[in-house]
């Protein structure tokens, strides 16, 4: 009896498959990547366009860079809640020098940014 109830079960579903469901062709065309420039600079200035990408991404990467170096000022999770006090107006030599390189570095990524986007790189 178990046959018999097999046998119905796995012909009825290749036969309702068939009637029910047609055949599906793709109708979409193969994807092709665009590689032509489209902004003026793009096309008639391609090395001034690929130096200020290079540009960007050096700037970028510098600007991680010196966050990374620069010391916080109240040190853990506890001088960011209230810990204790130091003295703020004071910083030493390498300290202010290098928060005045990431303010430039910072200025410059910031004007490098825009220059790329209004050339539509």
Not at 31 to 58: E, I, N
Not at 70 to 88: A, D, F, I
């Amino acid at each position: 009896m178990f046959s018999v109830l097999l046998a119905a079960a796995s012909a009825a579903p290749a036969a309702v498959s068939k009637a029910v469901v047609p055949a599906i062709q793709a109708t979409l065309p193969p994807f092709t990547f665009d590689t032509t420039p489209h902004s003026f600079l793009a096309q008639h200035v391609p090395w001034l366009t690929h130096t200020f990408g290079g540009l960007f991404v050096f700037l970028g990467v510098l600007l991680v860079v010196l966050l990374a170096l620069q010391t916080t000022k109240q040190e853990g999770l506890s001088g960011t809640v209230g810990g204790r006090v130091e003295s703020t107006t004071r910083r030493l030599g390498l300290d202010a020098q290098i928060a005045r390189v990431t303010q430039t570095v910072a200025i410059a990524f910031v004007v490098v940014a825009t220059i790329v986007s209004l050339a539509g790189i």
